[in-house]
């Protein structure tokens, strides 16, 4: 979840810049899951493979589950637009080709030059199963020309929440 977002450039060359046509996703998404999931189970499918894919979207019913518009500006106001994902677990070893972590994706434009802002999601452990990962996210530089590098972090200040499910009673559904 993108719980809040805003940007202050001071001290930079560009410090009275806004980022324009603000988006968030995921990316190294992981598609598929077993119904009787173990820890450590590897991603067999994977959508978003390092970038936000048109091909990817255009087979979910609600592309909103993975990408999201946030915002036509965001600048020093902070602004709350509560964009929630959703993903199976994905708990590589190690951040590889094969098996990449899952990264949540701020990307807009600075002038006319598009950036990225990826954060690896709850890195090292990655997504874990029945967890939500909560973001306030304050965005101090420029991002970078590719949304699977993963972003300096001096680049931003992120404060995450790990929110576990709550679990509740049984009950029927009818049908």
């Known amino acids: 979840t993108v719980k809040?977002?805003?940007?202050?450039?001071?001290?930079?060359?560009?410090?009275?810049?806004?980022?324009?046509?603000?988006?968030?996703?995921i990316t190294n998404v992981n598609a598929s899951c077993p119904l009787l999931y173990t820890e450590g189970s590897r991603a067999t499918r994977i959508i978003n493979?390092?970038?936000?894919?048109?091909?990817?979207?255009?087979?979910?019913?609600?592309?909103?589950?993975?990408?999201?518009?946030?915002?036509?500006?965001?600048?020093?106001?902070?602004?709350?637009?509560?964009?929630?994902?959703?993903?199976y677990p994905n708990t590589p070893e190690e951040d590889s080709p094969g098996s990449p972590f899952t990264r949540l994706v701020i990307e807009g434009k600075i002038g006319?030059?598009?950036?990225?802002?990826?954060?690896?999601?709850?890195?090292?452990?990655?997504?874990?199963?029945?967890?939500?990962?909560?973001y306030d996210i304050f965005i101090r530089r420029k991002g970078v020309t590719d949304p699977d590098i993963p972003i300096e972090?001096?680049?931003?200040?992120?404060k995450m929440n790990i929110r576990k499910w709550n679990d509740i009673d049984e009950y029927s559904v009818g049908f």
């Open 112 to 134: 006319s030059h598009t950036c990225y802002w990826p954060i690896t999601v709850n890195a090292p452990e990655g997504v874990i199963r029945g967890s939500r990962y909560v």
């Open 4 to 25: 809040a977002i805003c940007c202050d450039f001071s001290g930079t060359p560009y410090a009275e810049s806004v980022i324009r046509n603000v988006k968030a996703y």
């Open 49 to 87: 493979m390092g970038m936000l894919n048109p091909s990817d979207l255009r087979l979910f019913k609600s592309k909103e589950i993975v990408m999201q518009d946030i915002s036509p500006v965001v600048g020093r106001t902070t602004i709350y637009p509560d964009a929630r994902f959703l993903c």
């Open 153 to 158: 972090p001096t680049s931003m200040e992120i």
